[in-house]
């Protein structure tokens, strides 16, 4: 059976001066172990928790960041299936915005460094190609999207 984990794609937007556009930030935590990988904030489902509640509660175990922050985007929901050290994983991942642009981010000890990044630069550091495609996804699904 693959292991099952949740997480959020966390992500806020800022107004660039003199542009009728706003500027979509994701934000990414850097592993503390194995290749130091880059992602969202996520991890397994404890017994007894929504796949939700788990996306939740990671987001304030490893980024600090409380569910009273973040509003989830409606309609959105995307499931990964790929292969972790030999063993099948499903990730299912919500698209989340911080209501305060300046929200603290406070990392557990399992990451080493935050970025909020623009979809090139998250997409760069997103190692996986999985990963890449979420964001782009999530990415297309806000600038398509009246949120």
């Known amino acids: 059976?693959?292991?099952r984990a949740c997480g959020l794609i966390i992500f806020r937007r800022c107004l660039?001066?003199?542009m009728e556009n706003t500027a979509i930030e994701f934000l990414l935590l850097q592993a503390?172990?194995?290749i130091h990988h880059w992602t969202p904030p996520k991890g397994h489902v404890e017994?007894?928790?929504s796949d939700l509640e788990t996306a939740l509660r990671?987001?304030?175990?490893?980024?600090g960041i409380e569910a009273d922050q973040l509003t989830i985007i409606?309609?959105?929901?995307?499931?990964l299936n790929y292969v972790a050290r030999e063993k099948p994983k499903t990730v299912i991942?919500?698209?989340?915005?911080v209501k305060d642009y300046d929200v603290e981010v406070?990392?557990?000890h399992e990451h080493q460094a935050y970025r909020w990044l623009g979809l090139h630069e998250a997409c760069q550091l997103a190692q996986f190609k999985e990963m890449k495609a979420v964001l782009q996804e999530g990415h297309q699904f806000l600038c398509s999207t009246v949120v």
Do not use: N, V
Request: hydrophobic residues 35%; charged residues 40%; aromatic residues 10%.
């Open 1 to 3: 059976m693959a292991l």
């Open 16 to 18: 660039i001066p003199k």
């Open 32 to 34: 503390s172990d194995g």
């Open 47 to 49: 017994p007894g928790e």
């Open 58 to 63: 990671e987001a304030q175990e490893e980024a």
């Open 74 to 79: 409606e309609g959105f929901r995307r499931e």
């Open 93 to 97: 991942y919500w698209l989340a915005e």
């Open 106 to 108: 406070r990392l557990s």
